[in-house]
């Protein structure tokens, strides 16, 4: 039995910057649990390896129920098992999403999440390759640079989309999102950039600070409704860590909401179902589940594309309104990367290019729950992908966007044969069928420990879980939309903003005077 100040739950893109935040106070013990390994295989540090990760041992490798909309298909959900979370196996794009996005959040209720109140915490961590502006920082731990040396595919992706019509866009995170550019990367050095990397990595010999990997938290520890601290299975051995403060569960979209459950905060009759008894009865755990989804349009190359060890292979990318566009947002985030992402056996060649669309608002919900009350189970994911007919008309949009992209002249030295959806399918209904064959998770699951002020809520602004006292919830679990884009940028700005918040109330009366007069 130990006692810490903090235990952080899960060392991923949240998990890491607040452990690293807490512990920048000397006084200030922190416990960080991961429950994969450390992240020393060496495929996790060459960009282009990533593919490799998923299935391997660093990966959660979940799967989705029969998904009723997708041909009863069970969906692949890759999860980082390892330190560093899935910033470890992602595909490295740094993101922040749109401007509304925040100020949505802000309007339903999450005071101080607007995107004026969010921009400095995005700031914070970055230290930006192109140097400080009114929307970047230097200086900060996250290194985001460009492509070291992209594609000639991804050079003309861009020029192909901009002689359409459509914006050339350097930069996706500053004025404006909509137009066609490169991605810009968490990469260091030309190796990825992981939380890990970049929070963990160089505090490793602080004293007051605690890994331990392979520990799988069991349950949350109560006293009446204070969470006072967490039961773990570390080597086999089972142990209970306490804590002076509060508990920080930062175990991602799927295993937050199963920790909460697992420790009886959840839909009370679920529980009852699976014999936990209910601390609070918290309908909103669990529910809300969003996910970008995407498909493939494949094209076979006249030449190797081999993309360089330095490339995340989705480099280039372009946000645009559809014709289905309903919202202020973009609703479609077109990628484009320099090799063929689908496998077919009729390939002559694996020299090829891949567009993929992606339905960037999620209109379709879906839902994390118990099988069984075992923290060794798998929780039971149903994410109702296309469930909504916004989201199908997007992802329709997107192929047809494609299509027009690759044949518009751009490509004529490097495009071959149309090989997914393929040059036969061509009407809407063909497409749409393809799609219910094709489509896959962009990776993206959040909000299933949405954040807000209604009954549906788990989490109050300030993170902290309805109900209980010295618990906080900080991952993308909280989004209460997913965000326009990549989640990995967006997480880590939610780890930097919680940490503000925990550091403010861990003040003592006298402490926050001081901080005030400082101010």
Not at 451 to 465: N, Y
Request: aromatic letters at 8%; one cysteine or more.
């Amino acid at each position: 039995m130990t006692h810490y100040d903090y235990v952080v739950i899960g060392a991923g893109s949240a998990g890491c910057v607040v452990a690293n935040r807490l512990t920048e106070d000397p006084e200030t013990t922190v416990l960080l649990l991961e429950a994969g390994g450390p992240d020393t295989k060496p495929e996790i540090h060459v960009p282009v390896e990533f593919p490799n990760l998923f299935g391997s041992e660093v990966d959660w490798a979940y799967f989705t129920e029969e998904e009723p909309h997708l041909n009863g298909r069970k969906i692949f959900c890759p999860r980082g098992k390892v330190l560093g979370g899935s910033s470890s196996i992602n595909v490295m794009i740094y993101i922040r999403g749109n401007h509304h996005d925040y100020d949505r959040w802000q309007e339903f209720g999450n005071r101080g999440w607007s995107y004026q109140d969010v921009l400095p915490f995005f700031q914070k961590s970055e230290n930006q390759q192109r140097g400080a502006s009114q929307f970047h920082g230097v200086g900060g731990l996250l290194s985001v640079t460009d492509p070291i040396a992209p594609s000639p595919v991804s050079q003309s992706f861009i020029e192909a989309a901009v002689a359409m019509g459509y914006e050339r866009n350097p930069d996706f995170n500053g004025a404006q999102q909509e137009g066609a550019g490169l991605y810009q990367l968490t990469v260091k050095d030309g190796k990825r950039h992981s939380a890990a990397a970049a929070f963990l990595l160089p505090i490793l010999n602080r004293p007051n600070l605690t890994i331990a990997t392979e520990a799988l938290v069991t349950q949350l520890l109560f006293e009446g409704t204070r969470t006072v601290g967490v039961e773990y299975l570390h080597n086999g051995t089972m142990h209970q860590s306490f804590v002076n403060q509060e508990v920080i569960l930062s175990a991602g979209a799927f295993d937050s909401p199963k920790v909460l459950m697992l420790s009886g905060i959840g839909p009370a009759e679920h529980l009852r179902e699976l014999g936990i008894p209910a601390i609070v009865d918290l309908p909103g755990v669990g529910q809300n589940l969003q996910d970008h989804q995407y498909v493939q349009v494949g094209y076979q190359a006249t030449q190797d594309l081999q993309p360089a060890a330095t490339s995340n292979v989705a480099e280039a990318g372009l946000f645009v309104h559809t014709e289905a566009s309903r919202d202020v947002t973009p609703d479609l985030q077109l990628s484009c990367g320099p090799v063929l992402w689908m496998q077919l056996e009729s390939l002559r060649a694996n020299w090829g290019f891949t567009f993929a669309p992606v339905a960037t608002h999620c209109y379709s919900r879906g839902s994390i729950s118990l099988r069984l009350p075992s923290p060794k189970d798998r929780p039971l994911i149903r994410m109702n992908y296309l469930q909504n007919e916004k989201d199908m008309q997007v992802l329709v949009e997107g192929i047809k966007i494609s299509r027009q992209i690759a044949y518009s002249g751009a490509f004529d030295k490097l495009l071959g044969e149309e090989v997914a959806p393929g040059g036969s399918v061509t009407s809407d209904e063909a497409i749409r069928a393809y799609i219910r064959k094709a489509c896959e998770t962009a990776h993206h699951p959040v909000g299933t420990c949405k954040m807000g002020v209604d009954e549906s809520a788990v989490v109050d602004p300030e993170l902290r879980v309805h109900g209980v006292d010295g618990l906080r919830v900080v991952d993308a679990s909280i989004m209460p939309t997913l965000t326009t884009g990549n989640t990995n940028a967006p997480t880590i700005m939610i780890g930097e903003k919680a940490a503000d918040l925990i550091k403010a109330a861990g003040r003592t009366p006298q402490q926050e005077l001081e901080f005030t007069k400082l101010s």
